[in-house]
């Protein structure tokens, strides 16, 4: 076992280590050539240093590191990202659902994942919308996924996963109920629109029936189900596995998909905080005691750009990008 | 099998190049290293595919499987650093049957745990030297010479140090060799033999 290595073990070695030069590439390639016997020392040697060095090599790598690498050198084309980007957001919400049904922009990957076919649909940076095969839409919220399989409407009941904020109109079919997996919690659907988010205040499973009716209970209790009506809220708590409806909720919850707002006197933080939401961009106050400045406005699905422009000119405010986000600077009111 | 689709209103988002990137990336480095040999020209080669496909990202096909797209692409750049550094040759490449990229995919790196076990004792069972020499070359990724330097002994003794390491691996995985052999790169094949 202690036996000291050979001289073509130790080329064979130097070859896997990448410090055979050309010479003696040469000379390995006629010492395999000369036996069978040879090759399989070869190829017992070759599969030892696999078996052995991957382990070693993945755990060399620093994958954040590499990326750090990567995105600096990528960093002359991201100006060039940024600009082309500014000019599409735009337009991306019309084009969203017509960029969808193109089938334009969609980046295909496969993984060995074991058992069904599943479709995962991520919201990265934008709100996007989507029809599933049985003709149900889902909007996703930016920072959203959805999970369903590929033969959804082959199956006696639609499932589909979220983790996220979405909107869901589910097409009707008594057969096949619709359920929505929201963390421990299940939503059925016996009706058509509502709203599911996972991430609701205090961690809370959020569910807000806008027409026809769903039915909220927790996976391990199918029998106790709550029945919404419309305009009421369930929330659920995923400790107590507690389910409660209400008729009182943020009454902007859908301002992501709709950008549709319309304040009386309303404060300025409220405000910033509302347009914040439907643009998924942070904003600040730089002054947090000129949120108490009251203001009456109404906007319609108005790019961000347009929205700041009113707000700057009504309160007269200075309004100024930072970073990704937005600073609000202006004076307190009376 | 789960497929991804990420939306948005270009191709190929930065988000999804991310997350290829770091999904990819280690796998595609140990496919070139089995051609290059060499740790630092492995992670060249598979950034500079990245930074390839980043910048040609209007023009690609969105629909293209892209994993097997820059598979492709790291295949044939590290097909031809062996050939500009006159390290190419045919037929040890087709006897480690590395002549043909469909025969191994970037798809390594899944190993049982029984045989990752196996492999950190057999490891850890060579003699101290040996070992020390093993580990710097293959988890440090040093060339002969800086091991030398680094462990002031000459490079001819980490030539016999490296040499023995690996004949002794060998002997302490024979169980394992035989079907390593038969599923000849074959991971997955090798896993349903060992399950």
């Excluded at chain 1, 919201?123 to 989507?130: K, M, S």
Aim: glycine share 6%; with cysteine; net charge negative.
């Amino acid at each position: 076992m202690t036996e000291e290595s050979t001289y073509y073990e130790n080329l064979i070695t130097r070859y896997f280590s990448g410090e055979a030069g050309e010479n003696e590439i040469a000379e390995l390639s006629s010492w395999l050539r000369e036996s069978e016997a040879n090759r399989d020392v070869f190829i017992q040697f070759r599969n030892a240093w696999h078996a052995l060095g991957e382990d070693l090599v993945m755990e060399s790598i620093d994958i954040d590191q590499e990326w750090s690498e990567l995105e600096a050198k990528l960093s002359s084309g991201k100006m060039v990202e940024m600009g082309r980007r500014r000019t599409i957001r735009v337009v991306t919400r019309i084009a969203a659902a017509v960029i969808i049904l193109l089938g334009i922009g969609f980046l295909f990957r496969s993984m060995i994942f074991g058992g069904d076919k599943t479709i995962e649909v991520l919201a990265q940076n934008e709100v996007i919308e989507t029809t599933l095969p049985d003709g149900s839409k889902v909007t996703l919220n930016a920072g959203s996924t959805l999970e369903y399989p590929k033969n959804i409407d082959e199956n006696d009941q639609r499932t589909v996963e979220l983790r996220g904020e979405a909107h869901f109109e589910v097409a009707h079919n008594p057969e096949k109920p619709f359920i929505v997996s929201a963390g421990d919690y299940r939503v059925e659907v016996l009706g058509t629109s509502f709203y599911v988010n996972t991430n609701g205040p205090e961690g809370k499973i959020q569910v807000i029936l806008i027409e026809g009716s769903v039915a909220v209970y927790h996976k391990y209790k199918p029998e106790e189900k709550t029945i919404l009506e419309p305009g009421q809220q369930a929330e659920a708590q995923p400790e107590t596995k507690e389910i409660s409806t209400g008729n009182t909720f943020e009454e902007y919850f859908m301002v992501w998909k709709t950008r549709s707002m319309s304040f009386e006197n309303e404060r300025l933080d409220r405000v910033i905080s509302i347009v914040s939401k439907a643009y998924n961009i942070p904003i600040t106050l730089k002054n947090p005691a000129s949120g108490n400045c009251r203001l009456s406005v109404s906007f319609e699905d108005q790019t961000l750009e347009s929205v700041l422009k009113v707000l700057e000119s009504t309160l007269d405010l200075q309004i100024s990008k930072d970073g990704k986000g937005y600073i609000v600077d202006g004076q307190a009111c009376d | 099998m789960t497929e991804i689709r990420s939306i948005d209103s270009k191709g190929l988002t930065k988000a999804s190049f991310e997350e290829m990137f770091r999904k990819e990336f280690k796998n595609l480095v140990i496919f070139s290293l089995k051609y290059v040999k060499d740790m630092e020209t492995a992670r060249g080669i598979v950034q500079d595919c990245f930074i390839y496909i980043w910048e040609k990202r209007e023009n690609m096909d969105e629909d293209k499987n892209l994993k097997s797209y820059i598979t492709t692409m790291v295949y044939n750049r590290s097909l031809n650093y062996l050939r500009d550094n006159k390290k190419f040759d045919r037929n040890i490449l087709e006897f480690e049957g590395l002549m043909d990229e469909k025969s191994e995919m970037a798809d390594s790196g899944i190993m049982t745990r029984e045989l990752k076990g196996e492999i950190h004792e057999a490891i850890g069972s060579l003699p101290e030297k040996c070992r020390e020499v093993f580990l710097l070359s293959r988890q440090e990724n040093m060339k002969y010479q800086e091991i030398a330097d680094h462990l002031g002994i000459s490079v001819k003794t980490v030539e016999n140090q490296m040499g023995k390491a690996l004949k002794m691996l060998r002997e302490r995985l024979g169980p394992y060799l035989p079907l390593l052999l038969l599923s000849i790169f074959q991971y997955k094949d090798l896993i349903f033999l060992l399950n």
